[in-house]
């Protein structure tokens, strides 16, 4: 009866709630997804380019959704900021990661002894261009890393830039004293977004991270070749490290080594993984 006297017109602006493929969460479902443990993060390992020792990890926000499933980072990042979620989203991220990597690094023994030192993994952290506004953040970091008796030299936050760094100078006073805390700061997305020589020189970036579209495609096209290479001699010429994210296959490790990148992120070296696996993976990798 009831499908019936459905007005179809209004059935047909309606999203269809009982089809759960077709839904997205909402923004307020983030606050759940916190408090229920929904929310997690996945670790991929960073290799040196001239020793192939595992330099750290990039930590990387996942939300498995009770009903939807796994949801795209990139969804709910952006939704996050969008509606003023952002900072809680980023501080629950961060002191799971911090009190994962504190753990972790106690298991230095149970590697092969000898061979690697954990105290010298780095963990590298997305951090939202947005919160370069809040001018309490650089307090912030500080306390965490004291509460978990972490180096900020430990810890390379990445930023992808924005307009909005460009234009604000809260940006600019963030950034700086974030690096005179001595945390190691990565330009994100290199060459996609609004970047320029100018902000490079003008921001204490301690690194370059080369976008995978430009990584992924130095196999097929001359063009990408020479934006990666342009890209590395500008890391090089302001002493900053140039880091590959996308690296999927052998070539590309070899022609990124050619052009002389300091170290490599990408699926031919390690996906991203749950922190439970990043120990066995470890003893893999060097096994092998
Ligand atoms: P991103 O920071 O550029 O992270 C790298 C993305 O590339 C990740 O996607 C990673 O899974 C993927 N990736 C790594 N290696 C390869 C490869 O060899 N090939 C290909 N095709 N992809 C590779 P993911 O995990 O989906 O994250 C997407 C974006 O979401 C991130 O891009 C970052 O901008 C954002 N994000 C993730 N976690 C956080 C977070 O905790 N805070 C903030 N603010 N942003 C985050
Ligand atoms: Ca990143
Ligand atoms: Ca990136
Ligand atoms: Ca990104």
């Known amino acids: 009866l009831e499908l019936i006297h459905a007005d179809p017109i209004r059935s047909k602006i309606e999203a269809p709630t009982f089809d759960s ?34 330099t750290g990890f990039e930590v990387l926000a996942r939300w498995e ?13 952006q939704l996050a900021e969008e509606h003023g979620y952002i900072g809680q989203l980023t501080q629950y991220i961060f002191e799971q990661a911090l009190a994962w990597f504190v753990e972790f690094r106690k298991d230095s023994n149970k590697l092969i002894p000898g061979l690697v030192d954990l105290n010298d993994l780095q963990l590298s952290m997305n951090l939202s261009a947005l919160l370069l506004d809040d001018a309490e ?25 924005t307009s909005a760094m460009t234009e604000r100078s809260v940006g600019l ?23 320029s020589m100018l902000q490079l020189v003008r921001l204490p970036f301690t690194e370059i991270k080369i ?8 196999g097929d096209m001359s063009e990408s070749r020479e934006v990666v290479r342009s890209i590395i001699d500008l890391a090089h010429s302001l002493e900053m490290v140039a880091v590959a994210e996308g690296v999927e296959d052998e070539s590309a490790v070899e022609f990124l080594g050619r052009c ?12 991203p993984m749950p922190p439970a696996e990043v120990l066995p993976w470890l003893r893999d990798y060097y096994q092998h």
């Open 21 to 54: 493929a077709m839904r997205l969460p909402e923004s307020s479902e983030i606050l759940r997804a916190m408090q229920e443990h929904e929310l997690t993060f996945a670790l991929q390992p960073r290799i040196s380019a001239s020793s192939k020792v595992v």
């Open 65 to 77: 959704h009770p009903v939807l499933g796994k949801i795209a980072p990139d969804y709910f990042i």
């Open 137 to 161: 953040f650089p307090e912030y970091m500080q306390q965490l890393c004291e509460r978990y008796s972490v180096k900020p030299a430990s810890i390379i936050l990445e930023i992808t830039e």
């Open 173 to 195: 006073e963030v950034i700086t004293r974030l690096r005179l805390y001595g945390f190691h700061l990565s330009i994100d997305d290199f060459g996609t977004g609004y970047s």
């Open 211 to 218: 976008d995978k579209s430009f990584v992924m495609s130095v």
């Open 260 to 271: 002389g990148c300091d170290e490599y992120q990408g699926f031919h070296f390690g996906r």
